[in-house]
């Protein structure tokens, strides 16, 4: 019988970097469902969802080289990393144009498996958190961190102005660090 080993960052990111398969299984057994929770949120559609998470899997794994311990924990590099991949998969070409063709089409069969969303994200304990910001500072969290928007989206969709969402943006985050810390 195999014991299951528990990690700590140090640890798994040295096996990482070395290209350790089991460190990698490790990885994906204790990160894919936050990670994946995350794309859900942005993406809205459980195969999209599970579609970019291979790829930011495939993409850690290929990129690892490029984690750096002193500019951030694994978990933020990763969460990072995922996404700007699921970003830059809303913005293509291919993603919108099968958008177009199917928005109606399945429009009956679009029902939202909540496992994959906020409950899934919240393992962290990320939505008492966000609770715990001002209602302006939280939606532009939200905008940002969980449906992929640019600042400069956020302030043409709320009408506020592009300084006004950075500072708010800064504010929330400096907030948001010290409640986690």
Not at 137 to 145: G, H, L
């Amino acid at each position: 019988m195999e014991q299951i080993h528990k990690y700590s960052e140090p640890e798994l990111v040295q096996m990482l970097q070395m290209q350790d398969q089991q460190a990698f299984s490790y990885l994906y057994d204790n990160y894919a469902a936050a990670l994946n929770g995350v794309i859900y949120r942005m993406v809205e559609d459980k195969e999209l969802a599970e579609d970019i998470l291979q790829d930011a899997f495939v993409k850690i794994w290929n990129n690892f080289a490029q984690y750096d311990s002193s500019k951030g924990r694994l978990f933020t590099w990763m969460i990072n990393l995922t996404r700007n991949l699921t970003i830059d998969t809303l913005r293509s070409k291919g993603y919108k144009k099968q958008q177009k063709i199917s928005s109606d089409e399945n429009a009956v069969s679009n029902v939202q498996d909540q496992s994959f969303g906020a409950d899934k994200f919240d393992t962290m304990g990320l939505q008492k958190h966000l609770a715990n910001l001002r209602p302006e500072q939280r939606s532009i969290i939200d905008m940002a961190y969980f449906k992929g928007y640019t600042q400069d989206e956020i302030a043409k969709h709320t009408g506020i102005p592009l300084g006004t969402v950075k500072t708010r943006m800064r504010a929330a985050i400096i907030e948001l660090r010290k409640i986690l810390q």
